[in-house]
């Protein structure tokens, strides 16, 4: 017992004694809590200005349209000239637009308009920087330290997710929302600081063609909208990406709604509880997650992903189901922290399944493929749940373990997918 302990702690600390990765995981954690910074400094300087909660969604809006809109020219580029030169060029560009915004605001000069049009910008800019970051991996570590090197990279970025938005709180709480827009910007400099000394791991010639299709668009195609067109046919003509894409898209949408409006009338209606109990869940949802990755980065065998995809689908189904029925905290919780190691665990294993198989020429692509599928499905959820949750938690509950199980037995269904290793 202690062998294998050892064994599985050495798996999951390997990756960490790589320069590089070291490099990455600190650009990524700065990056990630730079975004936190951002949000809550964008939200507290709008309603500063404006006192309108309107003005604030017109802020947020302008923000996160460009970043749909334009990440599949993220992923294109990202093929193109390398993760490693996009995510450091993204990173150096919102560094100097937060530091502006942030000097412009000391200055007293920022107006609604040009909180709009910053917002914007940071949004085009990050849609460059987040298919990159989900890229570069396979030319950092060998393929056989990827389950571990994903699983330490989502750690990092589950506590940058919950500090970011905490710490430029307290920033904000004891100075103001601009100087938290210039530590925003300090942060982003720095990760485009530690993407700069990152050194690719060399790869021979054959090495990086991938096992799942081809390996993108013929020498021909040069144009932007022929590289884009490439990836959207290399993502959907192969049965195994669209599989995860559709898993992708199914746990998106019983995610996005469910644990946040669900969460929300769960624990102020079913449950009778407030915000505590709100962060309750939330905090759960978050442990289990973290808990999930870290085992699925120390399991040393690779398990057949179809297999496993499949059973998250299911496994989520049935937890989806209880929430609608469980009548007390104590059992949300469990349930909620269930689900969240699932998708912890299983989210090692199918990020590194893309990141092994995939054509590394069109690596980026096929992910920004993913995040566009997710923006899209998002809002979708959000509308839907909300509908649902006006006659109670349960339908909606019931609705999104419908769509899981039904997803669950598409995967099972098919042979080509089931043999996914």
């Given amino acids: 017992m202690a062998s294998t302990l050892v064994d599985a702690r ?52 302008f923000q996160a349209v460009p970043r749909a809109l334009l990440t599949l020219v993220g992923g ?19 560094a100097a637009l937060m530091a502006g915004v942030g000097l412009a605001g000391l200055a007293g000069s920022l107006t609604l308009w040009m909180l709009c049009c910053a917002a914007a910008a940071f949004g085009a800019v990050d849609a460059f920087f987040q298919p990159a970051r989900a890229s570069i991996l396979p030319s ?21 997710a919950v500090l970011g ?27 485009g600081v530690c993407v700069a000394g990152i050194r690719p791991v060399p790869r021979p010639a054959a090495e990086g063609e991938g096992a799942a299709g081809s390996a993108g668009p013929p020498p021909a195609e040069v144009s932007l909208g022929a590289r884009i067109r ?6 959907f003509e192969d049965p195994r990406i669209r599989t995860i894409l559709a898993v992708d898209a199914a746990v998106t949408f019983c995610q996005a709604g469910p644990f946040t409006v669900g969460f929300a009338t769960l624990a102020k209606v079913d449950l009778h509880g407030g915000s505590a109990t709100l962060g309750l869940l939330n905090g759960a949802l978050a442990g289990g997650a973290m808990l999930g ?19 998250l689908a299911g496994w989520l189904a049935i937890g989806t189901g209880l929430l609608g029925l469980v009548g007390n ?15 912890g665990f299983q989210g090692v294993f199918g990020l590194s399944w893309i990141q092994r ?9 096929v992910i920004s493929v993913d995040m566009v599928i997710g923006y899209a499905v998002a809002p979708l959820s959000l509308i839907v749940c909300g509908a649902l949750a006006q006659s109670g938690t349960a339908p909606m509950f019931a609705v999104s373990a419908a769509v899981l199980a039904v997803t669950a037995i598409g995967i099972l269904s098919s042979r080509t997918v089931r043999e996914m290793r």
């Fill in 230 to 235: 490439a990836g959207l046919r290399y993502a």
């Fill in 165 to 191: 938005p905490a710490v430029g709180g307290m920033v904000v709480a004891f100075s103001n929302a601009p100087v938290a827009f210039l530590v925003d910007g300090v942060c982003f400099a720095l990760c």
């Fill in 293 to 311: 990755t870290l085992v699925g980065g120390a399991v040393g065998s690779s398990p057949r992903i179809g297999l496993l995809i499949a059973a």
């Fill in 10 to 61: 050495e798996r999951l600390s390997a990756p960490a004694r790589l320069p590089s990765f070291r490099l990455l995981w600190l650009g990524q954690s700065l990056s990630l809590l730079g975004d936190g910074f951002s949000y809550i400094a964008f939200s507290w300087i709008t309603l500063g200005l404006t006192q309108s909660t309107l003005a604030l969604g017109y802020v947020l809006a």
């Fill in 140 to 160: 950092v570590v060998d393929k056989e330290q990827l389950a571990p090197a994903n699983a330490l990279l989502a750690v990092g970025t589950k506590v940058s």
């Fill in 329 to 343: 905290t104590a059992g949300a919780l469990v349930t909620v922290a269930a689900m969240g190691f699932g998708m």
């Fill in 76 to 94: 294109s580029l990202g093929d193109k000239w390398s993760a490693r030169t996009l995510m450091k060029l993204s990173s150096w560009a919102r």
């Fill in 357 to 365: 198989t995939i054509d590394g020429s069109v690596l980026s692509r």
